[in-house]
């Protein structure tokens, strides 16, 4: 299947993107999600011992992420492991797979929408909720623009988060009160044990899950067999060198008490770093953040909802590309309305476990699926995707129960709405 040209049809996406603008896109979905929201959760179930978990974490995603770009490589449509799932392993496991990103992703959409609101609006819950729903709202309409805009928006509001992030660490170290002292020492890393480490790597993993995005627009990046394998790695491994200095510095600086009882982890860093100065720097910084990976995320669960409506997996209403601007507007105005609904019903910490669990099971799949690729279209060694696999497994079992039960109803609901389609057909 080839994927350099830019000729599209009239329900087809244009590709308009090349490495820069995916890697930026990846960069955006990931550091976003992890620095300003997981790390909070993830202390409250180990500790010190999220830096363990967090290691854990990016090593199954750079399982999910090689697994990724070879198949994006392969098979460089919108719909991501939707398509992988359908194409390796058969249509019921590619719903699973699709159904497993919308679902876990729209929840992903609706944290950050939350950890938006969090760090711009210290206030009333009720006047968070409303921001966050402006916030979904305005990004939803920036993406109705085009993808190119997208891309030129998430590129800025990369640059505020990097530039933020470099300012919290320099006057953490350089002006602020950090210790190791606020850890505990060595023995403090196992403290959670080894339960709460793996549930604090499965609740990483939700900021991990942004590579995902650049394999769901590979439809509309240029070159996608050599794009998209370059493109995911390297914005993976920027945001796990990014993610261990931030997380380093916030053990040092607040202590895994604090850290787990933050709604904003990194703004309360710096105040107990001595540093407040520095405290709306961080809020800004924060905000940007979460709305770029929230730009990212609409985008990302927009295409592959395209994907799954083409089939026939979804309505059919899904499917329909703008005339003017290329996107799946219709896809992307159902999205945003379900994230708007879920911002007024939910907290931070319930979805992310919701939308670890759905993805952790999206990527299984994308394993299995690069497992079964035949030796022409192999870049990395089939044993990546047997740890892949067995690592998503390990994690979905370790999340919060509620968050299980929660995913496993929700899997369930999809499989038999599905169910009732097809009889219904036949």
């Known amino acids: 299947?080839?994927?350099?040209?830019?000729?599209?049809?009239?329900?087809?996406?244009?590709?308009?993107?090349?490495?820069?603008?995916?890697?930026?896109?990846?960069?955006?979905?990931?550091?976003?999600?992890?620095?300003?929201?997981?790390?909070?959760?993830?202390?409250?179930?180990?500790?010190?011992?999220?830096?363990?978990?967090?290691?854990?974490?990016?090593?199954?995603?750079?399982?999910?992420?090689?697994?990724?770009?070879?198949?994006?490589?392969?098979?460089?449509?919108?719909?991501?492991?939707?398509?992988?799932?359908?194409?390796?392993?058969?249509?019921?496991?590619?719903?699973?797979?699709?159904?497993?990103?919308?679902?876990?992703?729209?929840?992903?959409?609706?944290?950050?929408?939350?950890?938006?609101?969090?760090?711009?609006?210290?206030?009333?819950?009720?006047?968070?909720?409303?921001?966050?729903?402006?916030?979904?709202v305005g990004l939803a309409a920036l993406n109705y623009r085009g993808v190119t805009r997208t891309a030129q928006a998430t590129r800025i509001l990369v640059a505020c988060t990097l530039t933020t992030l470099a300012v919290l660490a320099a006057g953490i170290w350089l002006g602020g009160d950090a210790s190791p002292d606020r850890v505990g020492g060595w023995d403090a890393l196992t403290t959670g044990g080894a339960y709460g480490i793996l549930q604090a790597a499965g609740l990483l993993f939700f900021a991990f899950a942004g590579y995902a995005r650049v394999a769901t627009l590979g439809e509309e990046v240029r070159d996608p067999a050599r794009t998209i394998p370059r493109a995911i790695p390297l914005a993976l491994a920027i945001t796990v060198v990014v993610y261990l200095v931030v997380g380093l510095s916030a053990l040092f600086a607040a202590g895994p008490e604090l850290l787990a009882r933050s709604a904003a982890p990194l703004a309360a860093t710096v105040q107990a770093a001595g540093v407040g100065e520095l405290a709306p720097v961080v809020r800004v910084g924060g905000a940007l953040a979460s709305l770029g990976a929230l730009l990212a995320l609409i985008a990302g669960v927009g295409r592959t909802t395209l994907a799954m409506a083409r089939n026939r997996d979804?309505?059919?209403?899904?499917?329909?590309?703008?005339?003017?601007?290329?996107?799946?507007?219709?896809?992307?105005?159902?999205?945003?309305?379900?994230?708007?609904?879920?911002?007024?019903?939910?907290?931070?910490?319930?979805?992310?476990g919701f939308s670890s669990f759905g993805v952790l099971v999206y990527y299984a799949i994308a394993n299995a699926s690069a497992f079964t690729q035949p030796a022409g279209q192999r870049r990395w060694p089939r044993a990546l995707n047997v740890l892949g696999v067995t690592g998503c497994v390990v994690l979905v079992a370790?999340?919060?129960?509620?968050?299980?039960?929660?995913?496993?109803?929700?899997?369930?609901?999809?499989?038999?709405?599905?169910?009732?389609?097809?009889?219904?057909?036949?």
């Open 314 to 352: 979804l309505p059919g209403w899904l499917a329909a590309v703008h005339p003017r601007y290329r996107i799946p507007h219709h896809a992307e105005i159902a999205v945003a309305a379900v994230v708007c609904v879920l911002v007024l019903t939910t907290d931070v910490r319930g979805v992310i």
């Open 1 to 136: 299947m080839s994927g350099s040209g830019n000729a599209a049809g009239p329900d087809r996406l244009v590709r308009r993107l090349g490495v820069g603008d995916a890697v930026v896109i990846g960069l955006g979905s990931m550091i976003g999600a992890g620095v300003f929201a997981a790390f909070g959760p993830a202390a409250a179930a180990a500790g010190a011992g999220l830096i363990i978990g967090l290691v854990i974490a990016a090593v199954i995603a750079y399982c999910n992420a090689t697994a990724s770009a070879q198949l994006a490589a392969a098979y460089p449509t919108s719909g991501g492991t939707y398509v992988y799932g359908r194409e390796r392993l058969g249509h019921r496991w590619g719903f699973v797979a699709g159904w497993g990103f919308v679902v876990g992703k729209t929840a992903s959409c609706a944290a950050m929408a939350l950890t938006f609101a969090a760090y711009a609006v210290p206030g009333p819950w009720w006047v968070q909720r409303i921001v966050a729903v402006l916030g979904v």
């Open 398 to 426: 370790a999340l919060p129960w509620t968050s299980v039960v929660a995913g496993v109803v929700m899997f369930g609901l999809g499989l038999a709405g599905r169910a009732v389609v097809l009889h219904r057909r036949a």
